[in-house]
């Protein structure tokens, strides 16, 4: 999210930005300063984010046609793709306010590549290897109502609210973490046996998408019952 300095001194981000503590790291602030320093437009490292999205998304999809190393290489592409993509969404805001460049054109740079990388990247995943299409897919529309009850909370007159479980970070640590699982151990230790739920086997992928769903829904209701809250004038839980 666009809200914090590439230069100078370390300041927390105001109550309706997404609080990330890494922006503070000197390691970021100078690759930040040094894309200032290049020229680098902020809407391009979103745009570059969320190419890098897709295309894990693209390597989680093709899992489920290959084999061996190949496959197992495509699953660590994923897993290096996907927080990736994390460090663009950091680097876009503080590169656009180190330019002085941040816009509401930014914001619309900002949050469409958002949700079109949380759908490559599940629905990507429904689609791998031992995974279930529905799954990715339910997660993925539920992904995209977080975002949408956050953003209506602000029209309504709301803060925006990053409060999880499942915010943008925590769905992508979960699906880093499944494609990390996958390409690393042995293939046995890839699903739960014949264990399986409503007659979807438990994969470690499949769970990852289940997780990531439940936390949705809890999140959704967090963020409406906050808002409401917030608007009501009362203190916000």
């Known amino acids: 999210m666009r809200s914090v300095e590439a230069t100078g001194s370390a300041t927390p981000p105001p109550p309706d930005r997404r609080p990330i503590a890494a922006r503070d790291h000197a390691l970021w602030r100078a690759v930040a300063g040094w894309l200032v320093v290049r020229g680098v437009s902020a809407n391009v490292i979103s745009i570059v984010g969320m190419l890098a ?18 496959e197992r290489g495509l699953w660590i592409a994923a897993g290096v793709l996907v927080p990736f993509r994390l460090v663009c969404n950091m680097l876009d805001g503080m590169v656009a306010i ?8 930014g914001e619309l740079y900002n949050e469409i590549p958002d949700r079109l990388s949380d759908m490559a990247a599940l629905v990507g995943l429904g689609f791998a290897a031992a995974a279930h299409p529905t799954l990715g897919v339910f997660a993925a529309a539920l992904a995209v109502l977080v975002a949408y009850v956050r ?5 309504a007159g709301a803060r925006q609210d990053y409060c999880g479980p499942m915010a943008k970070q925590q769905r ?16 046995d230790w890839r699903t739960m046996g014949d264990r399986s739920i409503a007659g979807i086997p438990l994969s470690v992928p499949n769970v990852g998408l289940m997780v990531i769903a439940i936390g949705s829904v809890i999140t959704v209701v967090r963020r409406v019952r906050r808002a409401a809250a917030e608007l009501r004038g009362s203190p916000r839980r």
């Open 151 to 155: 953003a209506a909370a602000k029209v």
């Open 98 to 105: 180190g330019r002085g460049e941040s816009s509401a054109v």
């Open 172 to 187: 992508m640590v979960v699906v880093i973490a499944v494609c990390l699982w996958m390409g690393c151990v042995p293939v």
């Open 53 to 70: 999205c897709v295309i894990a998304g693209g390597c989680l999809a093709f899992t489920a046609h290959a084999s061996g190393l190949a």
